[in-house]
């Protein structure tokens, strides 16, 4: 299973910036998705999730709000809006993959099993 993250680049405070993850797996609709990012110098944190219908979405409290998760099953792709991006969002934003289909600890690095190469988001303000 590989993840590729892409959308990332500079944009200022206060606007907005999509990101997208394509998975390479025939079975992409069953697996559950997260988003997490790791800004210079810290850890790496969650920041949303989705499960494998769409039927759950997951958010910390630093994103409610403004950033959105979705997926396109058929498209085998995960994305993640972020509007209303603030400095602090600056990192290295990550795609993951979660075997099972409804993440029950969804904001734990352990219950996801692949991930991506990350795609770099730096917020000017």
């Known amino acids: 299973v590989q993840l590729q993250a892409s959308g990332g680049g500079l944009v200022q405070a206060g606007g907005s910036l999509r990101l997208s993850c394509r998975v390479s797996?025939?079975?992409?609709?069953?697996?559950?998705m997260g988003w997490f990012r790791q800004a210079p110098g810290k850890e790496r944190e969650f920041v949303a999730a989705?499960?494998?219908?769409?039927?759950?979405?997951y958010y910390a409290d630093s994103v409610k709000g403004r950033f959105t998760v979705s997926r396109d099953n058929a498209r085998n792709t995960v994305n993640l809006q972020m509007n209303s991006v603030k400095p602090e969002g600056t990192a290295v934003y990550y795609c993951?993959?979660?075997?099972?289909?409804?993440?029950?600890?969804?904001?734990?690095?352990?219950?996801?099993?692949?991930w991506g190469q990350g795609t770099l988001v730096t917020v000017s303000s």
């Open positions: 993951a993959g979660s075997y099972y289909p409804i993440p029950t600890r969804y904001a734990y690095e352990g219950e996801y099993s692949y």
């Open positions: 797996t025939r079975t992409f609709s069953s697996y559950a």
């Open positions: 989705i499960s494998w219908n769409s039927s759950s979405t």
